[in-house]
């Protein structure tokens, strides 16, 4: 649907020698002062037309429109912009469109994921350069081209500068219906809806329910991005934060977990959010855009006599397997990057029992926080094969410690 522009008490007198007959599709008229940005409509007798362009006092028009027909008109007629029947039954229709969307999604009109871009688990900072693909603040990647951009936040609206290159965000096709969709946003940038071309904020474009749709934007500023059904841009939706994280999910680099840290442990059992609820992203095998399906917990077997915990020990489980005592150290940051919050699980799967201890560099030490006195840095120890116990990393080289232990002799 085409926004036409308004004036108030706008009009003009043709101005051509002869007048105009029913064919003519541009005309002079005596003045242009104060008429409506274009596209605006015209009453010029019994004949409505729709001005498209003005060129110095010359209207380019489509003629006979909302059922009136096309006639000849004297040098001198009257030109008004008034407000018609077509005007208003476009206006009603759009009302109930938005009002049959808000009833039908409620606080989820907006299909664009973090669209005023808060959520940032990659954390990335400064100037952001992306390849192609490549994501940045959540749910956001570079088109084929890469993207450079800054952002800032203000009053807990983000900005996104974009140098050069596009972003883009995927909206996935279970998320859509057939339809006249309206794209808006704040900012200087300029966007498009799939195929379509680039415009200003508030464009529209014919979505396909069940396909997956890009949306891109090219240089300039940009926040409060929302994508809704209809054919005019309502307020921006600003959804709860935890909401928003969930709709994120936990999200991809190359298929690997990153920035799970901040993720509540419910997200992550559960398969991270998303279109359809969390039951059917665990049990859909699918990749979907911008997070991963929940992967099984890997599994690495240690037979030596002494194992440091490493960064890609975060979310799994060690089994501990030796015949004879054996040792797992938990790192200091400096010499693995364990992230606050990370965790995991260490069994003891052979006879050989398993005594955890903190690493020690000179005068930094890793804090290993146990049940027996909550701050305990000597040796403890598995109670027997196969006792289980699981460590959370608390905050900087800060362990804690639950399950089958026990004081070390």
Not at 49 to 62: A, F, Q
Not at 92 to 109: F, R, V
Not at 133 to 162: L, M, P, Q, S
Not at 322 to 337: C, G, Y
């Amino acid at each position: 649907m085409t926004r036409f522009y308004a004036a108030n008490n706008w009009k003009t007198t043709i101005a051509e020698v002869g007048g105009i007959d029913n064919s003519v599709t541009s005309f002079d008229v005596a003045s242009v002062a104060g008429a409506p940005d274009t596209p605006f409509k015209i009453t010029v007798e019994n004949e409505i037309m729709d001005v498209t362009d003005i060129t110095g006092v010359t209207l380019t028009v489509d003629r006979g429109r909302e059922g009136t027909n096309a006639a000849s008109h004297a040098n001198g007629t009257p030109v008004e912009h008034r407000f018609t029947a077509g005007t208003l039954n476009e206006l009603w229709g759009d009302h109930e469109t938005h009002k049959t969307t808000y009833l039908n999604h409620g606080n989820l009109k907006n299909k664009i994921i973090n669209g005023n871009f808060s959520i940032n688990q990659r954390g990335v900072s400064d100037t952001v350069t992306l390849s192609a693909g490549e994501y940045g603040h959540d749910r956001w990647k570079a088109g084929a081209g890469g993207c450079e951009y800054t952002f800032a936040t203000v009053e807990n609206v983000t900005t996104i500068t974009i140098a050069s290159g596009t972003l883009q965000q995927v909206i996935e096709g279970v998320n859509l219906f057939s339809g006249t969709h309206c794209l808006s946003w704040a900012g200087t940038a300029q966007g498009k809806i799939g195929a379509g071309s680039y415009g200003d904020s508030g464009i529209t474009g014919s979505v396909t329910g069940g396909t997956n749709l890009t949306i891109e934007f090219g240089t300039g500023t940009l926040s409060k991005v929302q994508l809704e059904e209809g054919t005019y841009a309502t307020p921006f939706e600003q959804r709860p934060a935890d909401i928003e994280l969930l709709l994120c999910g936990i999200v991809d680099d190359d298929n690997e977990l990153t920035g799970a840290d901040s993720i509540p442990q419910a997200v992550i059992d559960g398969g991270g959010g998303g279109d359809s609820g969390l039951q059917d992203h665990l049990d859909d095998p699918t990749p979907h855009e911008g997070y991963v399906v929940p992967r099984d917990m890997p599994i690495t077997e240690q037979t030596g006599a002494t194992y440091t915990l490493q960064a890609s020990d975060n979310l799994s489980m060690i089994k501990m397997n030796r015949e004879t005592a054996q040792t797992l150290i938990f790192p200091l940051d400096a010499t693995a990057s364990i992230p606050v919050g990370g965790r995991g699980i260490f069994v003891q799967a052979g006879a050989g029992k398993v005594t955890v201890q903190g690493e020690v560099n000179g005068e930094d030490e890793v804090t290993l926080l146990l049940l027996q006195d909550e701050d305990m840095n000597d040796e403890d120890t598995t109670t027997g094969q196969n006792a289980m116990a699981g460590w959370v990393k608390d905050a900087a080289n800060t362990f804690r410690i639950r399950g089958d232990l026990e004081a070390g002799s």
